[in-house]
């Protein structure tokens, strides 16, 4: 999820767990410990492209990771803040809550988050929610924002924040139950036009639960289109993207192109642009500019020199603008 959205879910674990004792100490530890895992995007500007994409959500989204900072951290506020009420082990249960909250709602989104490393490289991602849910993150925001104003004696203040998470909690389950409704639709509607596939991936368009991308693969290439959960018509529109995997040549032999394909899950594809540079184009990611078809939120350049395969990488861009909001919300409503 964006940084935003483990913030307030941070704070909010805070204040359930810990607020009552320590007040807004709790929301603002909570909330800072929920960010540790994604500070390795303070590396990833000193790594290459390609080895950048493993490194976030690898190590430090690790099990491995949570189970070394969460006794050192918990230990470590124990004696900052040295109250009796508050023992040890409570301090790694206000520890823990939100560092792991943080890695398992990452293992739904489609990026992937390597939860085993440093013992396995598979990264888990379940593709039911969006990096940016609005629905998730709104909720929780007007918490932690109303919260600073009221006294920390105040049981209201622990009410507010266990009917934020409970609906965040519901809302998360029903994206993983919508997921497979959707899922089951888009078989449907293929077999229904007759499309053959070999696999299907379903993910959410940012901002909601409730507009879908659909990449089904054959042998040359990809049907993709967009499901509705409002619109229960069975007029998908597909258009059909070609891999063009040819057009690698002797690139796809390369250990960066192995990767990036490893990190796409398959799912991508090709394009010789006007002057003639090689791109790859992960399949996965969709931003909300979707009548768009030539727009990709994660594309690489590949570049022969000297034998080895050089690698750039567009800035990602999910074309969350007015416009695209506007549209968006107009094909939910």
């Given at each position: 999820?964006?940084?935003?959205?483990?913030?307030v879910?941070?704070a909010?674990?805070?204040e359930v767990?810990?607020?009552?004792?320590?007040?807004?100490k709790?929301?603002?530890?909570?909330?800072?410990?929920?960010?540790?895992?994604d500070?390795?995007v303070?590396i990833t500007?000193?790594?290459?492209?390609?080895d950048?994409?493993?490194?976030?959500?690898?190590?430090?989204h690790?099990l491995?990771?949570?189970?070394?900072?969460?006794?050192?951290?918990?230990?470590?506020l124990?004696?900052?803040?040295k109250?009796?009420?508050?023992?040890?082990?409570?301090?790694i249960?206000?520890?823990?809550?939100?560092?792991l909250?943080?890695i398992?709602?990452?293992?739904?989104?489609?990026?992937?988050?390597?939860?085993?490393?440093?013992f396995?490289?598979?990264?888990?991602?379940?593709?039911?929610?969006?990096?940016?849910?609005?629905?998730?993150?709104?909720?929780?925001?007007?918490?932690t924002?109303?919260?600073?104003?009221?006294?920390?004696?105040?049981?209201?203040?622990?009410?507010?924040?266990?009917?934020?998470?409970?609906?965040?909690?519901?809302?998360f389950?029903?994206?993983?139950?919508?997921?497979?409704?959707i899922?089951?639709?888009?078989?449907?509607?293929?077999?229904?036009?007759?499309?053959?596939?070999?696999?299907i991936?379903?993910?959410?368009?940012?901002l909601?639960?409730?507009?879908w991308?659909?990449?089904a693969?054959?042998?040359?290439?990809?049907?993709i289109?967009?499901?509705?959960n409002?619109?229960?018509?069975?007029?998908?529109k597909?258009?059909?993207?070609p891999?063009?995997a040819?057009?690698?040549?002797?690139?796809?032999?390369s250990?960066?192109?192995k990767?990036?394909i490893?990190f796409?899950k398959?799912?991508?594809?090709v394009?010789?642009?006007?002057?003639?540079?090689?791109?790859?184009?992960?399949l996965?990611?969709?931003?909300?500019?979707?009548?768009d078809?030539?727009?990709?939120?994660?594309?690489?350049?590949?570049?022969?020199k000297?034998?080895e395969?050089?690698?750039?990488?567009?800035?990602?861009?999910?074309?969350?603008?007015?416009?695209?909001?506007k549209?968006?919300?107009?094909?939910?409503?």
């Amino acid at each position: 999820m964006d940084s935003l959205t483990h913030i307030v879910l941070g704070a909010a674990i805070g204040e359930v767990t810990l607020g009552k004792k320590i007040g807004n100490k709790a929301i603002l530890g909570g909330a800072l410990i929920s960010t540790i895992p994604d500070l390795d995007v303070l590396i990833t500007p000193f790594l290459n492209p390609v080895d950048a994409l493993f490194f976030h959500r690898g190590i430090s989204h690790s099990l491995f990771a949570a189970a070394f900072l969460i006794p050192i951290i918990g230990y470590a506020l124990s004696k900052i803040e040295k109250r009796q009420s508050v023992d040890l082990k409570t301090w790694i249960w206000f520890t823990s809550l939100p560092l792991l909250s943080h890695i398992l709602i990452d293992c739904f989104n489609t990026y992937g988050t390597g939860i085993f490393e440093p013992f396995s490289n598979i990264r888990i991602s379940y593709d039911s929610m969006a990096i940016i849910d609005v629905i998730f993150l709104l909720p929780l925001l007007a918490f932690t924002i109303w919260v600073f104003f009221i006294p920390f004696q105040k049981k209201i203040r622990r009410t507010v924040a266990w009917i934020s998470l409970s609906f965040v909690t519901l809302y998360f389950l029903f994206t993983i139950l919508n997921k497979q409704t959707i899922t089951n639709r888009a078989k449907e509607q293929l077999q229904l036009l007759g499309i053959s596939y070999n696999r299907i991936l379903t993910t959410p368009v940012p901002l909601s639960n409730f507009i879908w991308a659909v990449v089904a693969e054959n042998e040359s290439g990809y049907s993709i289109g967009y499901i509705n959960n409002f619109d229960k018509s069975n007029g998908t529109k597909l258009r059909y993207l070609p891999r063009n995997a040819e057009l690698l040549g002797n690139l796809k032999d390369s250990q960066e192109v192995k990767n990036l394909i490893r990190f796409s899950k398959g799912f991508y594809n090709v394009e010789r642009d006007s002057i003639g540079n090689i791109w790859m184009h992960d399949l996965r990611y969709v931003g909300l500019a979707i009548e768009d078809e030539g727009s990709y939120v994660f594309s690489f350049g590949l570049l022969e020199k000297r034998g080895e395969v050089e690698v750039t990488r567009s800035h990602p861009n999910r074309r969350i603008n007015f416009v695209t909001i506007k549209e968006y919300f107009e094909k939910i409503f």
